[in-house]
């Protein structure tokens, strides 16, 4: 097991009894490639050699890197997406090339969590923007924000569940669903999809509505959030199948209170009643 902490990486292995230890700064990430290489999120990028125990470093001056590297992603390609507090990097180590995201709405936003769901499609979260979702194939970029119905603008943490997107923000827990467009079960027109957006917080039984990055989901199926001083533990959401009946108490016609009996009479009989 991998842990990255505030102020290095270890590597638990249960198996020996053994942790090792290597101070390389604060992580905010760490994965495994396909190859067996391990990628360090910390203020720029390291990809670690566990058996010659040795760091290489990729050079932060490769734009828009910034300051801190936030998320690491392996695409299907092979190659490596990076978040950071400047936009979206992406690494081919075959090809030894670096590029950015040159996106308008991608370019110089703080992005921090990324995933793919199991449809092939990226999300990104941001503070401030969001969360964008990319479609490399189609090269689309679409953003999701309090616009379009997400609790708040700051996305700390990304979790997909079943097709669902549960996005952990400033200010609850938002939950972005796909809508197929047509009938057809084709996986073809996968992506063929619009989205609706619902919120979560304190009015649904959260203690706090406030996030923390990294969150998880469990073999059973549910999730766990770190929100402010509160664990907090979930199952997916239901959807309310109760139809309240709707109860009129009054019509108004351009401003004017409409009746419906006599006013007059109505009144007389009021009148003398506490």
């Given at each position: 097991?991998?842990v990255g ?10 198996s020996k009894g ?5 101070n ?5 990430d ?15 990028v390291l990809?670690?050699?566990e058996?010659?125990?040795?760091f ?5 001056n ?5 300051n801190?590297?936030?998320g690491?992603?392996?695409?299907e390609?092979?190659?490596i ?6 936009g ?16 308008d709405?991608?370019k110089n936003a703080f992005?921090q969590?990324?995933i793919?769901?199991?449809r ?6 941001t503070?401030g ?6 479609d490399?194939d ?8 309090v ?11 990304v979790?997909e569940?079943?097709?669902?997107i ?5 200010k609850?827990?938002?939950?972005i ?6 009938a ?18 304190k009015p ?22 770190g929100i ?5 533990i979930?199952?997916?959401?239901q ?14 016609l351009?401003?004017?209170?409409q009746?419906?009996v006599?006013?007059k009479w109505?009144?007389s ?6």
């Amino acid at each position: 097991v991998w842990v990255g902490t505030g102020s290095g990486m270890n590597l638990i292995d249960s198996s020996k009894g053994t942790i090792k230890s290597w101070n390389s700064g604060s992580i905010l990430d760490i994965l495994e490639d396909r190859k067996g290489r391990i990628w360090v999120a910390n203020n720029g990028v390291l990809v670690f050699n566990e058996k010659e125990n040795l760091f290489k470093t990729i050079k932060r001056n490769q734009p828009p890197m910034g300051n801190n590297a936030n998320g690491i992603l392996e695409e299907e390609s092979g190659e490596i997406w990076v978040s950071s507090d400047l936009g979206l990097s992406v690494i081919d180590s075959a090809e030894k090339t670096f590029k950015t995201i040159d996106n308008d709405l991608v370019k110089n936003a703080f992005c921090q969590e990324i995933i793919r769901d199991s449809r092939g499609l990226i999300w990104v979260g941001t503070y401030g923007n969001g969360i964008y979702m990319l479609d490399v194939d189609a090269g689309l970029i679409t953003q999701f924000s309090v616009k379009e119905g997400l609790s708040d603008r700051v996305v700390f943490t990304v979790i997909e569940k079943e097709g669902k997107i549960y996005v952990g923000t400033g200010k609850g827990i938002s939950v972005i669903s796909p809508i197929r467009q047509n009938a057809t079960t084709d996986k073809s027109d996968q992506k063929e999809l619009s989205w609706t957006i619902k919120t979560y917080g304190k009015p649904q039984g959260l203690a706090r509505v406030d996030h923390n990055p990294a969150s998880m989901l469990t073999k059973d199926g549910r999730l766990w959030f770190g929100i402010s001083d509160v664990l907090t533990i979930m199952h997916e959401p239901q959807d309310d199948t109760v139809v309240q009946v709707p109860q009129i108490n009054g019509i108004d016609l351009m401003g004017n209170p409409q009746y419906f009996v006599n006013r007059k009479w109505m009144q007389s009989k009021l009148k003398n009643i506490d």
